[in-house]
């Protein structure tokens, strides 16, 4: 695979009490601002930071059971770290050997990478650790808004030549944990 495409990476450490909240809705804010289609949004509200989403009944499922699998995979291991990473591609003409068209292939344009670790803080370390991943989930909003308006950000998006749906563009969401994909 071609690895000539924006890769943007968010480093998250997570507890059990916040761990689905917090991934459900870095996903959810990604999603709104990859998506090209009319979207609805909606808001979610983590500890005192408000973060944008996507009010779209397949989104949200595809979210909630991608965030799933992640939980179960961190849950039913000793590894407490995992990725869930969302890639954004575009349909091309694929073509054999001789030039001839065989079908259509997935060319990805963009990729972002959630890495979350799971740590259990101390009953009286829970204030600071609530206060360091709320500036966590400042800093990935940051990034997302800083990314997705750049020239970098822009140009990486490929001409939309089919408006159909909520998504020009075909959508896959990974998760992994130790390394191996699961789910």
């Known amino acids: 695979m ?10 998250v450490i997570l507890d059990r009490h916040s761990a689905k909240e917090v991934l459900t809705t870095i996903l959810h804010s990604i999603l709104f601002h990859r998506l090209f289609g009319t979207v609805k949004p909606q808001t979610f509200e983590v500890l005192d930071v408000t973060m944008p989403g996507v009010s779209d009944p397949e989104m949200e499922q595809l979210v909630t059971e991608k965030v799933d699998i992640f939980w179960k995979g961190i849950e039913s291991g000793a590894n407490k770290r995992g990725q869930i990473i969302v890639t954004f591609s575009e349909k091309r003409a694929k073509k054999s050997w001789f ?25 009286e370390d829970r204030q600071e650790f609530n206060a360091n991943l709320a500036s966590t989930l400042l800093k990935a909003l940051n990034v997302m808004l800083t990314h997705t308006s750049s020239e970098r950000g822009r140009t990486a998006v490929p001409l939309i030549t089919n408006a159909t749906g909520i998504s020009p563009f075909p959508i896959k969401i990974a998760v992994k944990v130790g390394g191996v994909e699961i789910g």
């Open 2 to 11: 071609n690895a000539n495409f924006p890769t943007v990476t968010i480093d």
């Open 99 to 123: 030039q001839v068209y065989v079908g259509e292939e997935d060319v990805p344009w963009e990729q972002w990478i959630v890495n979350a670790e799971m740590r259990q803080p101390k009953s």
